[in-house]
C-alpha cells in the first residue's frame, strides 16, 4: 500500500482490492480486442496499422500499470482513438494521393502477379470423366477430339495413356463407351461432379502425351486442358515474361508494359510521386472554377452558420423569456428539426421547392403571382440552400444559445436594468458580447462543418445547376468537396480515387488554415471582453 | 501486496491476449481444413440459407464465399428466384449453394472491396455496364459460352463482351435485356405514332383539346440523358463512334455532331411549345400517366407493374423515328464469377451448364419477367407489352460499358437542364458539353 501513496499524488482515497481487479480486467478486455485487431490488421496487410495499433496498446497498458503515468492514464484512450481515427487515415490519405490509386489500378502488384501467372496458353483440351472411390480417392478418365484416352490418378498427380485392355475397366456403358467403374472406382454422373469440381481443379496432372512431357488441369465440368503457363514474374528483375511469346514486361508506373509501349490489363496500384498534387495544382480543367467554387464554399458556410446563428439565438431569446407560456412544449418543438435526419429534411424540401408542383410555389403564385424557378436559377439555387441549410442548423444553435443565456448571471442584468439600459443596450453590451465568449468555439466548428457539407449539396442540388458556357463539372452551387467528388468519381475514366485524397489534403489545408485564423481573431474576441 | 496483485493482473491480461490468439489464429489458415474433405463437409452444410451458412468467423457485411459452398451475391428482387434454383441445384448436384442479397447498387463496389482481399462471392448478378470498372480492374472472370452462343440474344452477348486490349471477351452470362420503349394510352391513343413529328402534332393537339384534362400530353423526364438517347438517335445523333466490331471509340464523342444538334434544337422547339416541361422527375412523369394527365410517355419495362396495377388502357410500342430509327439504350442483365471466387471452377460450370439451360432460363423468366435474352424462352413470351420491350431492346445500343461513359453523364445532364430551363441556346449548350466531355476523357 506504501506504493500508492508515494506514487500517486492527487489520488486521496486508498485503492480497494476490487478497484484494482476492475483496473486489470479492464485491461486484459482493452488487449484482447486490440489483439483481435492487430492480428486481423497484420494478416489483412496493413502492417503499419497493427504496429501502431501495438504500440499504442503498449502506451495505454504502461499509463495504467504506473502510477507515476497517472495524468496521461485518462487521456490515452484518446490518443488511441485520435490515432486510429484521425492521424491514420490522414497518413494514408497522404499515401493514396501519392498513388495512382483508382481505375484500372485498383489491385495490388501481387494479386495482380498471381493473375497473370495463373493464366494458360496454346492448351489442347480433353473432355473428362470423374472416377470417385468410397474412400474419396479419384481417378480421371480424359479424351481428346481425335480419339486419344487417358487415365489421370489424382492420389499420384500422374497421367498414363488408356490400354483399353487393362483388366481394371469392368463392363463399358454403351451411352459414352467408358467403363462403368475401374477398380473399385465408380464413374461419377455428370450432375454429381459439380461438387467435386474445386477439389479436382486444385490438382494438376503430370505425365507424357506425344512424348512430351505436359501438365493437365481441369478448367470446368466439361473441359480439362493441356496447358503451359502463360506468364512468369522475375522478381530479380522486375519483369514479366510471356512464356509463349518471349516478350518481357517491364513494370512502370502500375502497368506491366512491353517494350513497343503495349500494356497489360489489369494494371496496379503503384507509387507515382507527386503527379496528383502537380495535376490538382496546375490543369486548367480542375484550377478554372476554383476560385469561384471556394468564394461561394466560403460564403456558404458563413451565411450558414450567420442565419442559423441568428434564427437560434432569437428564438433562444424569445424561449428564455420568462413570462412565455408552455416554455417546455416550445422548447421541444423547436428541436424537433433537429431529429429528424438530414436526408429525409433535405428531400422533403427539395419537394416543397419543386417549381412545377410545389406547395411553396403554389402559395408565393397566388398570393404574389411569382414562381421563383428554385434549383433552375444559380442564385435562386443557393438562396435555396441557405434557406434548407438553416432550417437543419437553427436548433443546434438555439440549444447552444439557451444553455449560454442560462449562464449568464442575472445581478448583470440587474445591475444594468438600474443603470437604465434599453433591452437593446442589454442584448449589445451583455448578452451578446457574453455569448460569443461561450459560444464562438461552436461557431467555428459548425463553420468548418458547413465548409465540408457535401450531404446537403449533394441532395438538394448535386451542384447544379450547370454553369453555362463551363467546360468542367463545376456547377453554380458546388462547394468544394462536392467539386472534389464530382472531378474524382464522375471524371473520365471513372473513380480516381488518388486525385480524390490530393484534393482533399489540399481541402484540409485549407481548411485548417482557416481554422486557424478564426481562432486566433475569437481570441482577440474574448480578449477585447 | 498492491505489487503482487499487480502481476497476477498482468498474467491474467496475458492468459486473456493467448485466448485472443485463438480466435483469428484458427482463421488465416481456414483453406487448409476447409478443402481436406470439402465434399464431406460440404453436405453436412445448410443449403441455400439467405442467412449465416454455417460457421462463418467474419462478421463483414457480405458474407464471403466458402471453399465448397458456391456463393452468390443478389439484389433483392432475385433473391427469391435464384435462391429457389439453388435449392434445386444442391438437390441435383451436392452442392451447397448460398444466396445472399446485397443492394444492386452495391454490388460492383462491394466486389471490387472484398474480392481481392479473399472475402468476396463465387458469382453476382450484374449489369454489362460495369464492365468497364469490373474487367478493367481485373475483377471478373471471362467466361466461354460458344457452347450455348447460339441460344443468347447476340445484343446481349455483344454487351457482354469486353475488351480489355487484348481482344474482346465475354465476361457475363446474360438472362435479361432492358430498354426503353413508348408507353401510350390506348383511349386517347389509338395508333401509336410512328414518327417523332407525328408524335409532336398528335401531343400538340391532345394538350389542346381541353375536355381530356392533359396537364402534359407526351412527358419526357427533365433532366435524364438516359431517357432522351432514343431521340438523339432518332436525329442520328450519336454519343460515341463505333468501331467496325461494334466497340465504342472513347475519343469520338458526337453529342454535337450534325445529328447531336438537330437532337438538342427539336428538343428546345418542344419546350418552346410547351409539349415539354422542366421540373418533371421520374414518380412525377408515372404519376401524370396513371392519373390520365399524360397519354404518352418513355421508360423501360421495370415500371410496366405500377401501370399494369394503376388500371390505365394502355400499350407498349416501339420509340417513333426520326431521320433514323430510335435506338435505346439497352442494359443488358447477367450473371459474372469474381477472380477471385474460392470456387471458380465450380462458379463457371454452374453458370454455364445449370444455369444455361432452358429450364433454368424459363424459371428465372417465371419468378421475373424481365424480357429474357435466352432466344428459346424470349420467343415463347406472349404478352405483347414485353415483346414490345424485347422488340424494342433488339434494336437498341448497348449502354456503353467502357469508363469513358462515366465522364459523359454529368455533362449530358447539365446540357438538357440547360435547354429545358431556356437558359441556353440549344446549340452553345450541347458543344459546350461536348467539349467539357473531350477535355475531361483527354485529361484523365
Known amino acids: 500500500m506504501t506504493t500508492r501513496t508515494q506514487g500517486a499524488p492527487g489520488t486521496g482515497a486508498p485503492l480497494s482490492v476490487s478497484a484494482i481487479l476492475f483496473r486489470i480486467v479492464g485491461l486484459a478486455v482493452i488487449d484482447a480486442v486490440a489483439l483481435v485487431f492487430g492480428i486481423g490488421l497484420w494478416y489483412g496487410g496493413l502492417g503499419l496499422a497493427a504496429v501502431v495499433l501495438a504500440a499504442m496498446t503498449v502506451v495505454i497498458n504502461v499509463a495504467f500499470l504506473s502510477d507515476r503515468l497517472m495524468p496521461v492514464r485518462w487521456i490515452s484512450p484518446g490518443l488511441l482513438l485520435l490515432t486510429i481515427m484521425v492521424v491514420y487515415p490522414l497518413l494514408y490519405t497522404v499515401y493514396i494521393a501519392l498513388t495512382n490509386y483508382g481505375q484500372g ?29 468410397d474412400g474419396g480417392e479419384f481417378l480421371i478418365w480424359l479424351s481428346d477430339p481425335e480419339g486419344g484416352e487417358f487415365l489421370g490418378d489424382v492420389q499420384a498427380r500422374t497421367i498414363a495413356p488408356v490400354e483399353r485392355a487393362d483388366p481394371r475397366f469392368g463392363a463399358i456403358d454403351p451411352a459414352d463407351n467408358l467403363p462403368v467403374a475401374i477398380d473399385g472406382f465408380q464413374k461419377v454422373p455428370r450432375l454429381q461432379t459439380f461438387q467435386y469440381l474445386t477439389r479436382l481443379a486444385a490438382e494438376r496432372l503430370q505425365g507424357e502425351i506425344d512424348g512430351a512431357p505436359a501438365e493437365i488441369r481441369i478448367e470446368n465440368l466439361n473441359t480439362a486442358s493441356l496447358g503451359q503457363q502463360k506468364y512468369t514474374y522475375d522478381p530479380a528483375r522486375d519483369v514479366l515474361v510471356d512464356n509463349e511469346t518471349g516478350t518481357e514486361y517491364v513494370s512502370r508506373e502500375g502497368f506491366f508494359t512491353a517494350p513497343d509501349g503495349r500494356t497489360l490489363t489489369p494494371g496496379f496500384a503503384a507509387f507515382i510521386g507527386p503527379a496528383n498534387f502537380v495535376r490538382v495544382l496546375t490543369d486548367p480543367g480542375i484550377q478554372g472554377p476554383f476560385v469561384g467554387v471556394f468564394i461561394w464554399t466560403f460564403s456558404f458556410a458563413a451565411l450558414t452558420v450567420l442565419l442559423a446563428f441568428a434564427v437560434g439565438l432569437g428564438l433562444a431569446l424569445v424561449l428564455n423569456d420568462k413570462q412565455l407560456p408552455a416554455k417546455g412544449l416550445f422548447r421541444t418543438l423547436m428541436i424537433v428539426p433537429y431529429t429528424i435526419p438530414g436526408f429525409i429534411g433535405i428531400l422533403t424540401w427539395v419537394g416543397l421547392l419543386n417549381p412545377l408542383y410545389g406547395p411553396v410555389n403554389g402559395i408565393l403564385e397566388s398570393a404574389l403571382g411569382i414562381e421563383p424557378r428554385w434549383f433552375q436559377d444559380g442564385t435562386l439555387a443557393k438562396v435555396a440552400l441557405l434557406l434548407i441549410n438553416t432550417w437543419l442548423g437553427f436548433p443546434y444553435m438555439l440549444l447552444v444559445s439557451l444553455g449560454a443565456l442560462q449562464s449568464i448571471p442575472s445581478e448583470i442584468y440587474e445591475a444594468a436594468n438600474i443603470d437604465g439600459a434599453s433591452p437593446f443596450q442589454r442584448f449589445r453590451t451583455i448578452t451578446f458580447p457574453l455569448l460569443l465568449v461561450a459560444l464562438a468555439p461552436l461557431l467555428i466548428g459548425a463553420f468548418a462543418f458547413n465548409f465540408n457539407n457535401f450531404t446537403v449539396i449533394d441532395l438538394a442540388t448535386e451542384g447544379g445547376p450547370p454553369v453555362p458556357g463551363s467546360q468542367t463539372p463545376a456547377g453554380q452551387t458546388d462547394i468544394l468537396i462536392s467539386y472534389a467528388y464530382r472531378l474524382a468519381f464522375a471524371g473520365g475514366r471513372g473513380q480516381d480515387y488518388a486525385l480524390a485524397a490530393a484534393i482533399s489534403i489540399v481541402i484540409f489545408l485549407i481548411v485548417a488554415a482557416i481554422t486557424l485564423v478564426n481562432f486566433r481573431l475569437s481570441r482577440r474576441v474574448e480578449q477585447m471582453v | 501486496m498492491h505489487s503482487t496483485l499487480r502481476l497476477g493482473g498482468a498474467l491474467v491480461a496475458l492468459v486473456l491476449l493467448l485466448m485472443a490468439c485463438a480466435g483469428p489464429g484458427a482463421t488465416t489458415a481456414p483453406s487448409a481444413t476447409a478443402s481436406a474433405a470439402p465434399s464431406a463437409a460440404a453436405s453436412e452444410e445448410p ?308 444455369v444455361a439451360t432452358d429450364t433454368t432460363m424459363q424459371s428465372l423468366f417465371d419468378a421475373d419477367p424481365r424480357p429474357s435474352t435466352w432466344v428459346p424462352v424470349a420467343e415463347a413470351i406472349d404478352e405483347a407489352d414485353v415483346q414490345a420491350f424485347i422488340q424494342s431492346a433488339s434494336n437498341g445500343d448497348p449502354l456503353p460499358a467502357i469508363p469513358e461513359m462515366s465522364a459523359v453523364w454529368t455533362d449530358w445532364t447539365d446540357a438538357l437542364d440547360l435547354i429545358f430551363t431556356q437558359a441556353q441556346e440549344p446549340d452553345p449548350a450541347l458543344q459546350d458539353a461536348a467539349d467539357s466531355i473531350r477535355a475531361l476523357i483527354a485529361g484523365s
Open chain 1, 105 to 133: 489500378h485498383i489491385l495490388s502488384k501481387d494479386q495482380v502477379i498471381a493473375r497473370f501467372e495463373d493464366e494458360t496458353y496454346s492448351g489442347k483440351s480433353y473432355s473428362w470423366v470423374a472416377y470417385r472411390s
Open chain 2, 47 to 354: 443449403t441455400a440459407a439467405p442467412s449465416e451458412p454455417g460457421a462463418s468467423p467474419t462478421p463483414t457485411p457480405p458474407p464471403a464465399a466458402e471453399a465448397g459452398t458456391l456463393t452468390l451475391w443478389v439484389d433483392e428482387t432475385r433473391a427469391p428466384v435464384l435462391t429457389a434454383i439453388a435449392e434445386q441445384f444442391t438437390a441435383d448436384t451436392n452442392v451447397p449453394v448460398a444466396v445472399y442479397q446485397v443492394g444492386f447498387g452495391d454490388i460492383r463496389d462491394r466486389l471490387q472491396l472484398y474480392g481481392p482481399s479473399g472475402e468476396g462471392p463465387d458469382i453476382v448478378i450484374g449489369a454489362h455496364d460495369w464492365l468497364g470498372q469490373l474487367a478493367t480492374n481485373g475483377l471478373v472472370e471471362p467466361l466461354d459460352l460458344s457452347a450455348v452462343s447460339d441460344k443468347v440474344d447476340p445484343v446481349a452477348l455483344g454487351a457482354f463482351t469486353y475488351d480489355t486490349g487484348e481482344g474482346g471477351q465475354v465476361y457475363g452470362l446474360p438472362y435479361a435485356a432492358e430498354a426503353v420503349a413508348l408507353y401510350y394510352n390506348t383511349e386517347m391513343v389509338p395508333t401509336p405514332p410512328a414518327t417523332w413529328e407525328e408524335l409532336i402534332e398528335l401531343a400538340t393537339d391532345l394538350q389542346a383539346d381541353a375536355g381530356l384534362g392533359l396537364e402534359q400530353a407526351y412527358v419526357l423526364q427533365e433532366k435524364d440523358p438516359y431517357h432522351s438517347y432514343p431521340l438523339l438517335t432518332a436525329n442520328g445523333g450519336y454519343i460515341f463512334g463505333k468501331n467496325d466490331d461494334g466497340t465504342y471509340k472513347p475519343d469520338d464523342v458526337g453529342l454535337d455532331s450534325e445529328g447531336g444538334l438537330a437532337y438538342g434544337r427539336m428538343l428546345d422547339q418542344m419546350v418552346k411549345d410547351g409539349l415539354l416541361r422542366a421540373g418533371v422527375n421520374y414518380d412525377t412523369m408515372i404519376q401524370l400517366f396513371t392519373t390520365k394527365k399524360s397519354a404518352m410517355f418513355v421508360t423501360g419495362p421495370w415500371a410496366l407493374p405500377q401501370i399494369r396495377e394503376s388500371g390505365v388502357p394502355f400499350a407498349v410500342a416501339p420509340i417513333p423515328a426520326g431521320a433514323e430509327t430510335a435506338r435505346p439504350f439497352v442494359g443488358v442483365q447477367g450473371f459474372m464469377v469474381s477472380a477471385f471466387a474460392p470456387n471458380k471452377e465450380l462458379a463457371v460450370s454452374f453458370l454455364t451448364d445449370y
